[in-house]
């Protein structure tokens, strides 16, 4: 029983930090926050996103729905669709999230059409909800078809491109951590081509010191790291934290990211005691911001624990597991 309950902590975590974007909900676009394609431009090619797989559609409220609406109605069941999938996503709950994402996106190819920067955003939210459940390879379909409307919408100099480009960066260096050999070589270099682009277009459109130009600088960091160049790795992961630290506040969930991506490093490089204050900075963020059953958070509790226990405080990291064993099922315990 006990055995069961481990694995169902690590089920809710990565073996690295990832850095999970943030849920796109807007018109613009923008970041608040198997067969696998490269991305677009200098980067390489798309598949098609049409999926015979996708999940049942959930029964969803919506505000009208005795006879066609009117253009005001439609924004208004589309801005409740919106708010009920970042409900869903901000408790973990990603399954629920993802079928209305999908009823949303359908709700916005009705309204205004496939080629539109609306319909892109409703395609990165259910990329978002895929890489949340996992589900890798339909992830990137979804970050790439995404990418191909704005392309044709906004074009690729813009804020919602860069965003989604760095999205599916993300999602490559998630592929990573299962990964061996040269495909784990290929999914290096697509997520550094990918974060790289998105950098360059962000330091043309965005103001200096923008906190999306630091997400991106966190996460080519880790890049740089698995690419055995250390000495960028922490150049570039301490800019970003100390530049996230200025704009946002330390107490920010992007903080918290950089944070978790830099204490990674510090534990690979065998500097423990630097890990283990920055892990638990992030767990005590995260516990704050999102509750402590929240997945990033008991994926943070876990990266303590494991700091932990390769500075060889194996008691320690017993201790934070037995914790977050009881908070997943404490009558099991």
């Not at 029964?59 to 970042?86: F, G, M, N, W």
């Not at 690729?156 to 599916?168: R, V």
């Not at 880790?222 to 107490?251: C, P, S, T, Y």
């Amino acid at each position: 029983m006990r055995l069961t309950l481990v694995a169902r902590v690590t089920a809710c975590i990565t073996r690295q930090p990832t850095a999970s974007a943030p849920l796109l909900l807007h018109a613009q676009g923008h970041a608040c926050a198997g067969r696998v394609g490269a991305p677009v431009s200098r980067v390489g090619r798309f598949f098609s996103t049409e999926d015979s797989s996708e999940p049942k559609r959930p029964v969803v409220q919506v505000l009208h729905h005795k006879h066609k609406p009117s253009y005001v109605e439609a924004e208004q069941d589309i801005a409740l669709l919106q708010r009920q999938i970042r409900d869903a996503y901000n408790v973990g709950n990603y399954s629920e999230a993802l079928e209305t994402a999908l009823t949303c996106r359908d709700a916005v190819r009705d309204h205004f059409g496939e080629q539109h920067p609306v319909y892109a955003s409703t395609i990165v939210n259910i990329a978002l909800m895929y890489k949340s459940l996992g589900k890798m390879e339909e992830a990137v379909e979804s970050y790439e078809h995404a990418l191909r409307v704005y392309k044709e919408s906004v074009g690729e100099q813009h804020a919602s491109f860069a965003t989604t480009l760095h999205n599916l960066g993300s999602v490559y260096r998630t592929l990573t951590h299962s990964a061996t050999g040269m495909e784990r070589v290929n999914m290096l270099h697509r997520a550094q081509e990918c974060f790289e682009e998105s950098l360059k277009i962000r330091r043309v459109m965005l103001e200096p010191g923008h906190p999306d130009i630091a997400l991106s600088m966190c996460n080519l960091g880790i890049v740089h790291w698995h690419n055995k160049q250390a000495d960028k790795a922490f150049k570039m992961l301490n800019e970003a934290k100390d530049l996230l630290e200025q704009r946002v506040g330390r107490n920010s969930a992007l903080t918290a990211l950089a944070m978790n991506n830099l204490a990674f490093v510090y534990k690979e490089a065998r500097r423990y005691d630097e890990a283990i204050a920055l892990y638990t900075d992030v767990v005590d963020i995260r516990r704050e911001l999102l509750g402590a059953d929240h997945n990033e958070t008991i994926m943070a509790s876990h990266n303590l624990a494991e700091a932990y226990r390769a500075a060889g405080n194996e008691e320690k990291a017993i201790v934070i597991q037995n914790e977050l064993i009881e908070l997943l099922d404490p009558k099991e315990l």
